[in-house]
């Protein structure tokens, strides 16, 4: 198995342009959740999915969409992007089984994002 | 959205010190997870607790959840080189999880 594989692992874009995240998952996992990491700081929720078909937002989701047409695939899509955007995009996936260790988070290796 | 606060946020220790890092939240909470971050890398997952008052040992990392599950904390006994990275706790609302802003550990040999 894979686990959580993103690309690309790096980027620069500049503002105004747009880019597609790409996240694939190999374990048959329910649940699929995108993440932004600001240096020294903790991770922010953007947007998440419980299922093919089904997306929500997260604790940042402006300038940010997704799709989940697919278990394994959640692309993550940046229209415009701004300065504000630059980060580490982190991609997970858990299984969402109840359960002591039904929500752990499985996560891929992240793409590291620069606006100029 | 929920409010976890970690503390602290570095923290440097000779090898073979003992290392804690705290995490609370203002509200009862169902269960906390706890994830490590090497630099330049992605969080890997540790532990989850559920129970009030749950401790859990994994070899030299010490896992306890408070009693009125509003508290957490990871401890370390006698780091070492390898234990170098970021912790972070993280706590799940409905389906939406909320991450502490870690404290980094740095080990001196």
């Known amino acids: 198995n894979a686990g959580v594989t993103q690309t690309p692992k790096f980027r620069i874009l500049k503002i105004g342009q747009s880019m597609t995240l790409q996240c694939t998952q190999d374990?048959?996992?329910?649940?699929m959740y995108w993440y932004r990491q600001d240096p020294g700081m903790g991770l922010k929720l953007i947007y998440y999915?419980?299922?093919?078909?089904?997306?929500d937002k997260g604790e940042v989701p402006n300038g940010y969409n997704v799709s989940r047409s697919t278990t394994e695939d959640f692309p993550l899509r940046l229209e415009l992007a701004a300065p504000s955007q630059t980060s580490v995009y982190f991609c997970?996936?858990?299984?969402?089984?109840?359960?002591?260790?039904?929500?752990?988070?499985?996560f891929g290796p992240g793409t590291r994002l620069t606006v100029l | 959205g929920q409010q976890v606060m970690q503390i602290p946020q570095y923290q440097h220790v000779q090898e073979g010190e003992d290392f804690t890092t705290y995490c609370n939240s203002s509200?009862?909470?169902?269960?906390i997870q706890w994830y490590k971050q090497r630099p330049g890398g992605h969080p890997v997952f540790l532990i989850q607790?559920?129970?009030?008052?749950e401790v859990k040992k994994q070899k030299r990392l010490t896992f306890q959840f408070g009693e009125a599950k509003k508290n957490s904390s990871l401890h370390i006994t006698a780091t070492q080189t390898t234990d170098v990275g970021t912790y972070f706790c993280?706590?799940?609302?409905?389906?939406?999880?909320?991450f502490g802003t870690g404290t980094s550990l740095t080990v001196i040999p």
């Open positions: 999915s419980v299922g093919a078909g089904i997306t």
């Open positions: 997970a996936s858990s299984s969402g089984l109840a359960g002591p260790v039904g929500n752990e988070q499985f």
């Open positions: 374990m048959n996992h329910n649940y």
């Open positions: 509200t009862t909470l169902s269960n």
């Open positions: 993280a706590l799940n609302h409905g389906n939406q999880f909320y």
């Open positions: 607790l559920v129970k009030s008052g």
